[in-house]
């Protein structure tokens, strides 16, 4: 799994050297942010579901998209939410890459699930939930920095 500390010591072998000075302050640094994370991923898990719901059903109200859709998105939403958890936790992106972006993408395209409601829920989610989960601004940073990673990634 990719994490910060993988992924210098994939770059550094790749380059057949040890990892620099530099890399090693990039992993320092990841481990500075380590506590203000965890605190993300706390407040992420202990309201996954309400935030999960009020996106979804924010976005299904309007009446854009088909209702029948509303549940295959919440579950997506939910599916999405838990691996940034994840994401949190290890430090780096591998858990969305590895078991959400790609493959996600093709259940969406093969369910003929509308990419834009996906998006917009969670846009959503960092626009208008990430206050109400209670976590201090550090905390809130690394939680939106990882919703735009997914937003950019299906968008």
């Known amino acids: 799994m990719k994490s910060a500390v993988t992924t210098v010591i994939t ?17 320092k640094g990841s481990f500075d942010r380590a506590n203000v994370r965890l ?11 309400r935030i999960t719901s009020n996106a979804v ?17 919440a579950r997506d939403i939910n599916h999405y939410l ?10 780096g992106t591998g858990p969305l890459d590895e078991w959400g972006i790609a493959g996600m993408r093709e259940v969406i395209r093969v369910q003929l699930l509308p990419t834009a409601a996906y998006v917009e829920a969670l846009t959503y989610i960092r626009d208008r939930e990430v206050g109400s989960m209670q976590m201090n601004q550090q905390a809130a940073t690394e939680f939106k920095a990882l919703i735009d990673y997914l937003i950019n990634a299906l968008a």
């Open 57 to 73: 059903d924010s976005i299904y109200s309007v009446g854009s998209y088909p209702q029948a859709n509303k549940d295959k998105c």
């Open 39 to 49: 605190e993300a991923a706390e407040k992420l898990a202990g309201n996954i579901d």
């Open 11 to 27: 770059s550094a072998d790749a380059a057949g050297r040890f990892p620099s000075i530099s890399d090693l302050e990039a992993v």
């Open 82 to 91: 838990r691996l940034i958890n994840y994401c949190l936790v290890t430090g």
